[in-house]
């Protein structure tokens, strides 16, 4: 790891791209109790759920690198982030000064880590891959039970980026390190779900940006798999038109904050705290940060025919006008599979299949430079 490979020379200005991160590429989740207007969620019990203080509403600005690590994923970019490491933390530490730095190893390793890294001290952790490394860290940052002493920062490095479009100046290395160093960190909330793992086990975890059923699990799955080094977003539709094909729409059941929402063929429900995810899809265009609220939407099962205009129209926010897709608003949401398989996608990671349940945690987590529009 002493030298680039095939020549390449690493900058400290590198722009990471607009693609995505398969599930291969990453080594590797406001309390409910309320509805739209503070009333109290009716509908079936739920399996106890990780509890976690919010982290009111005033920002934060200071940073102490001597309380800060980065943690990167090497295989990020393709492995970019491993081949040239020493480049790449000689950079960081110019940037952010005498911070700690360490590389995961495998899956999980992100959650690991950084609960370690709080627990000896820590109090910002700086996240240096795509969004499966994102998400994985937040999910031990929440783990941890101290999730509202820490802030996150964001340096993206993997082939998507969808979370890091609501970081005005995180596109480059250079830019994205002067936004941690200099920018408020903003409580936001963080989601959380639970589903069926691939052992058939209950399992749950945090999520920071989308979480998803239907088809895009299987998405994923097919990302995964490609050995193909184009673009995120190029990779992301191949792996869309084939799952078109072999996808089998899964009936499902739904409940948000207690009301029947009714039965519906499903190609994707996705459950959004952000906006965008699939490599520049914005599934959710109202979708803020720290309103409280997921954004459902529900896209019926169709047509090829139908549905192409549907994904053609994602990259634009405007799919919502089509009458085969269904907005909903809600804190709290419930979902049974009636009929096949409903594939689950959290943060562009595959890690099982429905039933699930999703939950909202108001404020739960500080971001480093989260643009205003998002909030």
Not at 111 to 132: H, M, P, Q, W, Y
Not at 198 to 215: C, E, K, V
Not at 238 to 252: H, N, S, T
Request: hydrophobic share 40%; glycine share 12%; net charge positive.
């Amino acid at each position: 790891m002493g030298s680039t490979a095939r020549g390449r020379e690493p900058s400290c200005v590198l722009t990471w791209g607009v693609g995505r991160a398969g599930p291969a590429r990453e080594h590797a989740r406001r309390d409910p109790s309320s509805g739209d207007h503070g009333a109290r969620i009716e509908g079936r019990a739920s399996k106890p759920y990780p509890k976690s203080a919010k982290c009111g509403t005033r920002p934060s600005a200071v940073f102490d690198p001597t309380k800060t690590i980065v943690i990167a994923n090497p295989m990020a970019r393709h492995g970019f982030i491993g081949e040239n490491w020493p480049k790449l933390s000689a950079c960081v530490r110019e940037a952010l000064g005498p911070v700690e730095m360490q590389l995961t190893a495998s899956r999980g390793d992100g959650l690991r880590i950084g609960k370690e890294a709080i627990a000896n001290g820590a109090r910002t952790i700086v996240s240096f891959g795509g969004d499966g490394t994102h998400s994985e860290i937040v999910d031990g940052i929440m783990q941890s039970g101290l999730n509202h002493e820490v802030s996150l920062g964001i340096l993206h490095a993997g082939t998507g980026g969808d979370f890091r479009r609501m970081i005005p100046g995180a596109e480059e290395l250079e830019s994205a390190c002067a936004v941690i160093r200099s920018k408020p960190a903003v409580p936001i909330d963080i989601g959380w779900v639970r589903y069926v793992d691939d052992d058939g086990q209950s399992a749950g975890r945090f999520f920071l940006n989308i979480a998803s059923m239907g088809m895009g699990g299987l998405v994923d799955r097919f990302v995964a798999a490609s050995k193909s080094k184009s673009s995120g977003k190029a990779k992301y539709f191949k792996a869309v038109l084939r799952a078109q094909m072999r996808y089998k729409p899964a009936r499902i059941h739904m409940r948000i904050d207690g009301k029947d929402e009714g039965q519906h063929d499903i190609s994707s429900l996705c459950v959004c705290n952000g906006r965008w995810a699939g490599g520049s899809m914005m599934f959710a265009p109202e979708a803020r940060l720290a309103d409280g609220m997921f954004d459902v939407i529900l896209i019926r099962a169709t047509s090829t025919l139908r549905g192409l205009p549907v994904m053609a129209a994602l990259y634009k926010g405007t799919h919502i006008r089509s009458p085969i897709v269904g907005t909903y608003r809600g804190r709290h949401v419930e979902v049974e599979v009636a009929a096949n398989t409903a594939w689950m996608d959290v943060d562009g990671e595959a890690p099982g299949v429905g039933p699930a349940e999703f939950r909202i945690h108001d404020r739960a987590l500080r971001v480093i430079g989260i643009g205003d529009e998002f909030l």
